[in-house]
């Protein structure tokens, strides 16, 4: 426990440099130290009944705690039925070890195939889309541009020259 200090002098003379008259300043201070005296008490007086609750707990803990442990070795019979029970606790162990440790392989190469499924699913789906729009392979499309239609303006061919037959032929025969 720790005591609380208190020095009446000191606040007496906080009192008497503030304007209180000596005598108040004297009254005030023995007051205020009786009042401090009495909560000091109060508080190692709780304390103490604090300590004496928390040692009778511990005692009543310890007590149960030791019938606790007597009856469980009294339950075991001999040393060789504690190492019975302990090579079967230790092969319990030992398999319950060996279940999950398959267990954690299995779930891992399950996670794995998952993974490679939906990657596998999502690139699927990807190119389908791409395919579907016709995107692919093309190049980016382009705004049309609007061209009137042309109309033709051609002159009309020339007439081929008429052939004239050389002279001395006759008309019948054609020319080459």
Do not use: C
Request: hydrophobic share 40%; proline share 7%.
């Amino acid at each position: 426990m720790h005591a609380i200090t208190f020095d009446t002098l000191e606040y007496t003379e906080q009192l008497k440099a503030a304007g209180v008259p000596e005598e108040q300043a004297k009254g005030h201070a023995k007051a205020l130290a009786m009042v401090i005296k009495q909560v000091d008490t109060r508080t190692d007086e709780q304390a103490a009944k604090h300590d004496r609750q928390a040692e009778e707990l511990f005692a009543s803990l310890a007590e149960k705690n030791e019938k606790q442990v007597q009856s469980r070795l009294d339950g075991l019979a001999t040393r060789q039925e504690m190492d019975y029970r302990f090579a079967d606790l230790k092969r319990d162990i030992e398999t319950t070890k060996a279940e999950l440790q398959k267990e954690i392989a299995l779930a891992k190469v399950t996670t794995v195939q998952w993974t490679a499924g939906m990657f596998a699913a999502q690139t699927a789906l990807i190119l389908g889309a791409l395919f579907a729009t016709g995107r692919v392979g093309q190049p980016a499309a382009q705004q049309p541009v609007y061209q009137p239609p042309v109309q033709e303006m051609r002159q009309p061919a020339p007439l081929p020259a008429p052939q004239v037959p050389p002279a001395g032929s006759s008309p019948a025969q054609p020319v080459r």
